[in-house]
């Protein structure tokens, strides 16, 4: 009886072992299993990447098992069990990085479809903007100028006479020469790209119109077309080389002034493309930025301007003109203007729009102006004379001709801008001169 007790519980005791054994391989599985998707989190941002891994590999087993067999070094049996495959949470974790890897590899080869990476253009499809071909220019008898023949990134564009069209919402536009006759360009546009006028590859340089070289505007162009600029121009041209501003040689032919035997001669004549130190010059009664013909002398001096109008945050002059071939008003003497050397200045536009105009806001008879815009004003006519920028300013206060302007020029020796006695300095009439019309 004894006997068969013991016996039964031998039996007893060895059912329950068993049935504890599963129980705790049971709960060792769910563990393992949990920690295998928990390996599949450590992965991070490669989870995803570990799909297109496996993708790409054409159906290969994941990282997680090929690791598992592995690190574990079991047997072909072994590494098929729940227990072994999660066991090295830390070492599964380690493949999916390898195998996200090569998604980031295939995501890069369209950067090579032939063109550089020029990346969001504004005139993309639009005159100007890049191309590999043709339809990807959406007008009509558009051409594309490829990177083979010379253009970074090609190039939209069309063939042309004398003009091109224009798109709200893109650069303007100007015709010129080209390899095959007239074609279009993107003219140059600081808004769009502020740097330099131009998409990457390309500079703002003035060029004359097709079948029309008396006009010119700032046109991009690639990079490797010939600059205006030679080791045989003078300093001063070097020097307007060195600062970046946009200028061509000018084909004048000496002028001589109306009802005189005087000649008007322009050293060093030039044509420059605003903006010219940050600061655009517009005429008086145009809505756009034109080149401006002068001497270099002058384009250096408004380049020195800009560093003071720079401080008020101006960034438009408006201008009345520069290059005027004529004697001063009742007198037999050439004007600055004759020179190029001279510039009468109308106004001044600030980047938020305000605009401080001497016809409206100069305020006459007095060196201590009240109005804030006025103050400005007195302001910057005492640094163009304190800072020697030009030799010569006369203000609304000289004489009625001069009432809604600063006529400011380089006449050679000269530095004054004084009233009364020679010690006694600001702006105000100054008798030195009878201009007129300057």
Request: charged share 15%; net charge negative.
């Given at each position: 009886m004894m006997v068969f007790r013991s016996a039964r519980c031998v039996a007893w005791s060895i059912a329950l072992v068993a049935l504890l054994g599963q129980g705790c391989a049971d709960e060792r599985t769910v563990e393992d299993k949990s920690m295998l998707g928990q390996g599949s989190l450590d992965s991070g941002m490669g989870g995803m990447s570990d799909d297109a891994g496996v993708q790409t590999s054409g159906g290969e087993d994941t990282g997680v098992n090929t690791s598992g067999a592995t690190d574990t070094g079991a047997s072909p049996m072994d590494t098929s069990a729940p227990m072994d495959t999660g066991a090295p949470p830390m070492d599964t974790g380690a493949p999916p990085m390898d195998t996200g890897a090569p998604p980031m590899d295939t995501n890069t080869p369209p950067m090579d479809t032939g063109a550089p990476d020029t990346g969001p253009d504004p005139n993309r499809g639009w005159i100007g903007g890049p191309c590999q071909g043709a339809s990807e220019c959406m007008f009509e008898d558009a051409i594309c100028l490829t990177d083979a023949s010379g253009y970074p990134g090609g190039a939209c564009s069309q063939f042309c006479e004398r003009f091109c069209p224009d798109q709200e919402g893109n650069s303007v536009t100007f015709c010129v020469e080209g390899e095959r006759g007239g074609q279009c360009m993107s003219r140059c546009d600081y808004t769009f790209y502020p740097d330099g006028g131009c998409r990457d590859g390309y500079r703002c340089q003035i060029m004359p119109r097709y079948n029309e070289p008396s006009v010119t505007q700032g046109t991009c162009v690639p990079e490797s077309w010939p600059g205006p600029g030679t080791m045989t121009d003078s300093a001063c041209l070097q020097a307007l080389e060195e600062r970046g501003v946009v200028w061509d040689h000018w084909d004048y032919a000496t002028q001589v002034a109306d009802g005189t035997n005087l000649q008007c001669t322009v050293d060093d004549p030039i044509r420059v493309q605003s903006p010219i130190n940050g600061v655009s010059y517009r005429y008086?009664?145009?809505?756009?930025?034109?080149?401006?013909?002068?001497?270099?002398?002058?384009?250096?001096?408004?380049?020195d301007l800009g560093d003071v109008l720079r401080e008020y945050d101006i960034v438009e002059v408006i201008d009345i003109g520069t290059f005027n071939c004529r004697t001063i008003s009742g007198t037999s003497t050439l004007s600055q203007h004759s020179f190029g050397t001279a510039i009468d200045i109308y106004g001044f536009t600030t980047s938020d729009g305000a605009d401080y105009i001497l016809e409206r806001d100069w305020e006459h008879g007095t060196s201590n102006p009240s109005g804030a815009k006025a103050r400005v004003l007195y302001e910057i006519g005492q640094r163009m004379y304190n800072d020697h920028i030009f030799n010569i300013i006369l203000t609304p206060?000289?004489?009625?001709?001069?009432?809604?302007?600063?006529?400011?020029?380089?006449?050679?020796?000269?530095?004054?801008?004084?009233?009364?006695?020679?010690?006694e300095r600001y702006i105000g009439p100054d008798q030195?001169?009878?201009?007129?019309?300057?």
């Open positions: 008086v009664s145009h809505d756009y930025y034109r080149t401006l013909s002068m001497s270099c002398e002058l384009a250096l001096a408004l380049w206060n000289y004489n009625s001709a001069h009432d809604n302007h600063f006529h400011v020029d380089l006449t050679p020796g000269s530095h004054t801008i004084r009233f009364g006695e020679p010690t030195w001169e009878r201009c007129g019309n300057h």
